[in-house]
């Protein structure tokens, strides 16, 4: 079955290097987007637009089927962040990190792998092989990525940039 599942994706050599630039320009945005004292809660709900929709395709983007994947992550990049915009609008300290934009964001977690195996099967269909496959390797990369080395920061201040 593990065999079938491979030969349907085709091969993508140059994947990592426009993954590579798609997150890197992603990255800048969203550095812009955050760089900032004080932040609205349109400029917050941008920035989150800009992670959910870079994080969203690069998970789910495969040759085959390409416009769904960009679809799937607008789509969803459009629901966080308009859920972020709105949970801002009635706090006292206007952030979006709040309950439902974090239901939100686990909303997408879930939703990954079923797109994933909706876009190799081509239709509304769930062979739990390639769903496992998908959410297990999905969970793989994202522990991965969270318990990569961050850079140490300032002990007073919390900045990455200050030396004092």
Known sequence: M??????????????????????SAAGLAFHLL?????LAPSRQAL????AIVTLSFALTVE???LHWATMFALGWG????????FTAGYNANPTIFEWPF???????????????TVRDEGGWRF???RLHRHAWTDAVIGAATSASPASPSCSHCSSRACSA
Do not use: H, N
Not at 6 to 19: C, F, I, T, Y
């Open 2 to 23: 593990s065999l079938r599942q491979e030969q349907d994706l085709a091969d993508w050599p140059g994947r990592p290097w426009v993954l590579a630039a798609i997150c």
């Open 34 to 38: 955050t760089d900032a004292r004080e």
């Open 47 to 50: 920035a989150s637009f800009v």
């Open 63 to 65: 040759l085959k089927r």
């Open 78 to 85: 459009a629901v966080i962040a308009l859920v972020g915009w």
């Open 102 to 116: 974090l239901s939100g964001v686990f909303a997408v977690l879930l939703a990954e792998p079923l797109f994933q």
């Open 127 to 129: 062979p739990y092989p």
